[in-house]
């Protein structure tokens, strides 16, 4: 089904930016121990490159790429 190999496609994913569990525990401190945290952190390459994206790029190339890269079809 779409949804077996969108979660394989994910899987994939998830595995190229793999960091060891230290580097995520020391995001998720620095959120607990800030003042005044930030509503996200960008913990991966992926992520820091993603979250500046957002802000300048429309929802709908976003819903675009995500379906590409999770190999769902065209319309759901």
């Known amino acids: 089904s779409s949804y077996a190999g969108a979660e394989r496609a994910m899987d994939a994913d998830f595995q ?3 960091l060891p569990p230290e580097a995520v525990a020391r995001v998720v401190l620095d959120a607990i121990e800030a003042r005044r945290p930030r ?3 960008a ?9 500046p994206l957002r802000r300048i790029l ?3 190339f976003f819903d ?4 590409r890269s999770l190999k769902l079809p065209h319309r759901m």
Not at 43 to 51: E, F, G, N, Q, R
């Open 58 to 60: 429309p929802d709908r």
């Open 39 to 41: 509503t996200r952190y």
């Open 64 to 67: 675009f790429a995500f379906r």
């Open 43 to 51: 913990v991966t390459s992926m992520a820091k490159l993603l979250i």
């Open 16 to 18: 190229k930016g793999k």
